[in-house]
T-cell receptor, first 112, second 113 residues
Framework: QKEVEQNSGPLSVPEGAIASLNCTYS??????FFWYRQYSGKSPELIMS????GDKEDGRFTAQLNKASQYVSLLIRDSQPSDSATYLC????????????FGTGTLLAVQP | GAGVSQSPSNKVTEKGKDVELRCDPI?????LYWYRQSLGQGLEFLIY????????KSGLPSDRFSAERTGGSVSTLTIQRTQQEDSAVYLC???????????FGPGTRLTVL
């Protein structure tokens, strides 16, 4: 059973702090990794993708991938109340199918 | 519009009725996916279309569920003889290119009474 695990939270951080969201996955041949943000009542919005080991930065967001540890994380610097949402980790496993396996998400609450 | 569109946005139906949900992918995207999200649950893969290849139907929960994609663009997800456990948000996504970044539509909220 291919799985993607996330802490459901809520993760509460003060405004301006760094929020750290974590995700582990079970299949070593996984190729692509994605972070989606989902506001309550809305559909998921892609915010980061990462394909190779190391860090990838985009504005206030940094995705980190460690394939040896089967671990991917998302850092949000200078957190804002508008960042409060559920963050979904998604993994594309190896093979012909292009489907994504999603974690159940971590709820982030940024306190003003 | 530039994004994935879905219709209807909300659908209320009675148990046992058939429903059709529609998805218009981003223009030029060759891959189209259907997922569903039940209350408090993660996204569950249903079916995947890629170009003219046979679809990956491995996520369909029962033979009451079917989907088609006409002309490589618009897709329709059909649920026959709906049950209360079918109540969920049905999300469509499309992607293009090597790295499979999927972009989601706004979803259809299905309520089966």
């Amino acid at each position: 059973q291919k799985e993607v695990e996330q802490n459901s939270g809520p993760l509460s951080v003060p405004e301006g702090a760094i929020a750290s969201l974590n995700c582990t996955y079970s299949d070593r041949v996984s190729q692509s990794f994605f972070w989606y943000r989902q506001y309550s009542g809305k559909s998921p919005e892609l915010i980061m993708s990462i394909y190779s080991n190391g860090d990838k930065e985009d504005g206030r967001f940094t995705a980190q991938l460690n394939k040896a540890s089967q671990y991917v994380s998302l850092l949000i610097r200078d957190s804002q109340p508008s960042d409060s949402a559920t963050y979904l980790c998604a993994v594309k496993y190896g093979g012909a199918t292009n489907k994504l396996i999603f974690g159940t998400g971590t709820l982030l609450a940024v306190q003003p | 519009g530039a994004g994935v569109s879905q219709s209807p946005s909300n659908k209320v139906t009675e148990k046992g009725k058939d429903v059709e949900l529609r998805c218009d992918p981003i223009s030029g995207h060759t891959a189209l996916y259907w997922y569903r999200q039940s209350l408090g649950q993660g996204l569950e893969f249903l079916i995947y279309f890629q170009g003219n290849s046979a679809p990956d139907k491995s996520g369909l929960p029962s033979d009451r569920f079917s989907a088609e994609r006409t002309g490589g663009s618009v897709s329709t997800l059909t649920i026959q003889r709906t049950q209360q456990e079918d109540s969920a948000v049905y999300l469509c996504a499309s992607s293009a290119g090597t790295y499979n970044e999927q972009f989601f539509g706004p979803g259809t909220r299905l309520t089966v009474l």
